[in-house]
């Protein structure tokens, strides 16, 4: 195994202090819970902006490598131990310098609270420019070592299709803006009903975020989707997990 990489040696800490809220991810066939996202909060459960604004080219190493062990001390003591729910965690590919040597200080914290790696799904947001094939490699290393792979905000970033076509991961998250007022628009639902169609042929299981009314989570029922998340079941809970509302049959 690698013994050190860039940002281990030259990245300066990041001395911030931030917590981390969880919004569940439901499952509406059975009403469990599939996964729960961790999202950055301050310490008194502060909204995001403040604690990202703080990071620089410089921190973000730190910054990634301390949400990762942040998410998963905070899950271990909040999951049940015989559960099947996952934790998610938002990475960020450009703080990955060298995948196996970065990802030590994540297996040591899961090892150290006995977190199931199988438990665990890294996902990544298409939004930030990245070298393809340097995302491919932290992706193909995160499955060998047995996580789940997650691309959110998928429709709305870089990569696309063409990411697609190379590496299908676990789970791809539909950017909320496809859903938003699905129900009242048809070219979103073709939208959605295409792409689902080829997640499904992929072997991907798709998740729609930013669910927010009845009628949107209705349109993607029919339209196959069984994931949701988003204000209609569930708001991001501060250190806590949150049983969702479940829609009426």
């Known amino acids: 195994m690698a013994t050190g990489c860039e940002g281990c040696r030259n990245g300066s800490g990041f001395d911030v202090p931030f917590s981390m809220a969880f919004q569940p991810i439901v499952d509406v066939r059975t009403g469990d819970v599939f996964a729960h996202e961790a999202l950055v909060r301050g310490v008194a459960g502060e909204g995001a902006g403040a604690i990202l604004a703080c990071v620089t080219e410089e921190n ?32 960020m590919p450009n703080a990955v310098y060298e995948p196996r040597a970065c990802i030590r200080l994540t297996l040591a914290t899961a090892e150290r609270v006995g977190f199931p790696l199988e438990r ?67 070219a979103r639902r073709i939208v959605v009903q295409h792409t689902v169609a080829m997640l499904a042929d992929f072997g991907i299981t798709p998740i729609c975020e930013g669910v927010e009314t009845p009628g949107e989570a209705l349109v993607l029922r029919d339209l196959g989707v069984n994931l949701f998340q988003g204000y209609l079941f569930a708001k991001p809970a501060f250190e806590s997990f949150i049983r969702p509302q479940l829609m009426a049959a």
């Not at 539909?174 to 129900?183: K, N, T």
Request: glycine letters at 8%; aromatic letters at 10%; hydrophobic letters at 45%.
């Open 120 to 186: 665990i799904i890294f996902e990544f947001t298409e939004s930030e420019r990245i070298n393809t094939d340097h995302l491919l490699n932290i992706l193909w290393t995160y499955r060998s070592i047995g996580f789940k792979t997650a691309i959110d905000d998928f429709g709305a970033g870089h990569a696309g299709l063409n990411l697609l076509a190379r590496f299908q991961p676990d789970i791809v998250k539909l950017d909320m803006d496809l859903i938003r007022g699905i129900d009242q628009d048809p």
């Open 60 to 91: 973000r190493y730190a910054f990634d490598q301390a949400c990762r062990v942040k998410a998963i001390e905070l899950a271990a003591g909040l999951m049940m131990a015989d559960g099947q729910e996952k934790l998610s965690i938002n990475f």
